[in-house]
């Protein structure tokens, strides 16, 4: 399965994600921020895994907004109705 490589790619990447969320200025944020910045990249991921190409309308939770802490807030948790229609 072409996926399953592709997958092992994401996980690193996801790794090297979680580790520039950590250091990008958290500690003036609060928790819950926190908890549902890690909540979007990891469905981000999941879709990704899933594979989810990244998404041109800024409030689904594939674009690749996700993967910057200056943006990721602006996304919605959710697929929006193209990437549904993809899985
Ligand atoms: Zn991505
Ligand atoms: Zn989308």
Redo the contacts with the bound molecule.
């Keep these: 399965m072409v996926a399953a490589r592709s997958g092992d790619h994401?996980r690193a990447?996801c790794i090297v994600l979680k580790r520039r969320l950590r250091g990008a200025g958290l500690q003036h944020t609060s928790p819950e921020i926190h908890f549902s910045r890690l909540k979007k990249v990891s469905i981000?991921?999941f879709?990704?895994n899933l594979g989810l190409p990244?998404c041109p309308n800024k409030k689904c939770v594939?674009t690749?907004a996700?993967?910057n802490i200056a943006t990721i807030d602006n996304a919605n948790f959710d697929l929006c109705e193209k990437c549904k229609m993809k899985i």
Excluded: I, S
Aim: hydrophobic share 20%; no cysteine.
């Design positions: 994401r990447q981000h991921e879709g990704h990244h594939m690749d996700v993967e």
